[in-house]
């Protein structure tokens, strides 16, 4: 059985099928993970989404599959650096957020 994503197209919650990558190594810039994450890429009409949401969602689109992914590691940075440049402004959900994002992601030669 195929694992399924609840989409709501045309105001219809509808299963759509899914597919987990792991993606690891460089972000954006000069960023890097530092340890592989799995995330979850599906069809949404004319593109494609990729999702990472252990715990923290986080949403990329793209026009094919690759850029969608692509897309994520670009987003990936841009919440870590927003969480970080709010300082101690943040809820604590977001301050749990900015925790975890702290073990997954680094400055390369930070």
Same mark, same amino acid.
């Given at each position: &059985? *195929?694992?399924?994503?609840?989409?709501?197209?045309?105001?219809?919650?509808?299963? %759509?099928?899914?597919?987990?990558? /792991? @993606? +690891?190594? +460089?972000?954006?810039?000069?960023?890097? $993970? #530092?340890?592989? @994450? +799995? %995330?979850?890429?599906?069809?949404?009409?004319?593109? !494609? %989404? *990729?999702?990472?949401?252990?715990? @923290?969602?986080?949403?990329? !689109?793209? %026009?094919?599959?690759?850029?969608?992914? *692509?897309? =994520?590691? /670009?987003?990936?940075?841009?919440?870590?650096?927003? =969480?970080?440049?709010?300082?101690?402004? =943040? *809820?604590?959900? $977001? &301050?749990?957020?900015?925790?975890? #994002?702290?073990?997954?992601?680094?400055?390369?030669?930070?």
């Amino acid at each position: &059985m *195929a694992d399924t994503v609840q989409v709501t197209i045309e105001g219809i919650d509808t299963p %759509v099928p899914m597919e987990w990558v /792991t @993606i +690891s190594g +460089s972000l954006d810039g000069a960023w890097e $993970l #530092l340890d592989p @994450i +799995s %995330v979850y890429v599906y069809a949404e009409g004319d593109e !494609f %989404v *990729a999702t990472y949401d252990d715990p @923290i969602p986080i949403n990329a !689109f793209g %026009v094919t599959r690759e850029d969608a992914i *692509a897309n =994520l590691r /670009t987003e990936i940075v841009e919440h870590l650096q927003w =969480l970080e440049g709010a300082d101690t402004a =943040l *809820a604590p959900r $977001l &301050m749990r957020q900015r925790a975890r #994002l702290r073990t997954l992601v680094r400055r390369v030669g930070a």
